[in-house]
């Protein structure tokens, strides 16, 4: 366990570019050893996270070879087997997710497992989508948590299935699934969630059509196999958002960040920002966007799930409406629960420590702004294994009064730099 003590920088000026997006690393993987062949991925995260996706995929039978930053991933020409050992995907639900779809198309027993954080969270989620598909899946609990034992089958079936909750991690454990299925699968999500994995399916030579209809979008695919590629890997534009927050609320900043992902789904707090008053321009001159943000005077604003379907940037967009003017509202964010930890209760006490008047309806967060982040108290936090905590309440301490973070270490979930990159600005 350890701590770590953010101090207030006076001045932060400079240039970065974040880690490899997270959910584009852990999909080249998994594509890649699903491929018969040599894959290569350039710009993969070298967050734990990811690096428990790639220890799977080599216990399962891929190879992996580094050169520079390039890896080289090989998927066996036979296809993925059972492995007799437990697969450990660490503090990672996108791993264990997305992997509950692989292996219920590997034929052979399966067992999931994961650290404190990962094995309170429902998987109840994917097993039932996977089931509908043929595979056998069992967990702790109602909501079946790990560990998870999966029984893997060739002979699993394409379904139609409308995702209950929004999320991108059941859409693509289904997507996943369906590869090795009899018969094409589709998808509805009700809201739009990060298109990586379609994205890169149709990329890798799998046949997707995807139709958006109202708010949500419907996905439908052929089985098959993908082919070998070579996959670039973009920023992440959630640990790009980070430093966006921080350079608006502290009072002598100028922060620039090149080329993350650009899709909508990812880059909406970019938006939330601009319409709280952020100093910002942004360029998205080919597939990839990089912003540049100034010390700003925000205001207030009122804050849709649907605008960041997957809540992930939530927490450091608290900081945000902590550090405004007025009361900022955010609706419909009750996936916060069931995240690494729980966002919902933890961004409330992040604001409350920090000054703030802060409080719930529903799954609705209210959080009246100081309206400058100069006011903010001095805080103690453990992060209790949630890296977005940690970074969260650093972008607070730095732009604020500064704070003591119990638990920093795992920051290393998904982005290992994150303190150095930090200082390398001041
Ligand atoms: C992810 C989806 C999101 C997000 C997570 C990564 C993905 O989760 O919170 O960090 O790569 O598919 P949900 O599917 O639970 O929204």
Redesign the pocket.
């Known amino acids: 366990m350890s701590n770590a003590t953010v101090e207030h920088f006076a001045t932060l000026r400079g240039t970065l570019r974040v880690p490899g997006d997270?959910?584009t690393s852990?999909?080249a993987l998994m594509v890649s050893a699903l491929a018969d062949g040599e894959s290569t991925i350039r710009g993969l995260s070298s967050g734990l996270d990811v690096t428990a996706t790639s220890q799977i995929m080599e216990q399962l039978g891929a190879t992996r070879d580094d050169r520079d930053d390039v890896v080289t991933i090989i998927g066996p020409t036979k296809g993925l087997h059972a492995s007799d050992d437990a697969l450990d995907c660490g503090n990672s639900?996108?791993t264990m997710?997305?992997l509950a779809g692989v292996v219920s198309g590997v034929p052979g027993e399966h067992q999931l497992v994961g650290d404190a954080s990962l094995s309170q969270r429902p998987m109840d989620r994917v097993a039932e989508p996977l089931t509908l598909m043929g595979s056998h899946v069992e967990g702790r609990g109602a909501r079946l948590s790990a560990p998870l034992r999966i029984r893997g089958t060739a002979a699993l079936h394409g379904i139609d299935y409308a995702v209950p909750?929004?999320?991108?991690?059941?859409?693509?454990a289904v997507l996943f699934a369906a590869l090795g299925a009899e018969g094409p699968t589709t998808v509805v999500e009700h809201v739009r969630?990060?298109p990586?994995?379609e994205e890169m399916f149709s990329r890798a030579g799998v046949s997707v059509a995807s139709v958006e209809s109202g708010e949500g979008r419907r996905i439908t695919i052929h089985p098959g196999r993908p082919l070998a590629r070579n996959w670039l890997v973009p920023g992440d534009p959630?640990q790009a958002a980070f430093f966006a927050v921080l350079g608006c609320i502290h009072p002598d900043a100028d922060i620039e960040v090149l080329d993350i992902d650009s899709a909508p789904e990812r880059i909406g707090f970019l938006s939330v920002l601009r319409r709280m008053g952020a100093t910002m321009t942004v360029r998205s001159p080919d597939s990839m966007t990089s912003f540049r943000v100034r010390s700003s005077q925000l205001n207030a604003a009122e804050v849709y799930a649907s605008e960041i379907?997957?809540?992930?940037e939530v927490p450091v967009l608290v900081v945000a409406a902590a550090a405004a003017e007025g009361l900022s509202r955010f609706r419909d964010v009750g996936?916060l629960r069931?995240?690494e930890s729980d966002r919902f209760q933890a961004s409330l006490a992040l604001a409350t420590k920090l000054g703030c008047r802060a409080w719930s309806e529903g799954d609705d967060l209210f959080v009246e702004g100081l309206g400058s982040a100069t006011r903010f108290a001095h805080f103690e936090l453990d992060a209790a294994l949630d890296h977005r905590l940690v970074m969260a309440s650093a972008v607070a301490g730095c732009a604020g009064a500064g704070c003591s973070i119990g638990a920093a270490h795992t920051v290393a979930s998904s982005y290992p730099r994150f303190f150095d990159d930090v200082e390398r600005l001041a």
């Open positions: 997270k959910s852990h999909r639900g996108t997710r997305l909750m929004s999320s991108a991690q059941v859409k693509s969630t990060r990586t994995t959630s379907p997957s809540v992930d996936e069931v995240k």
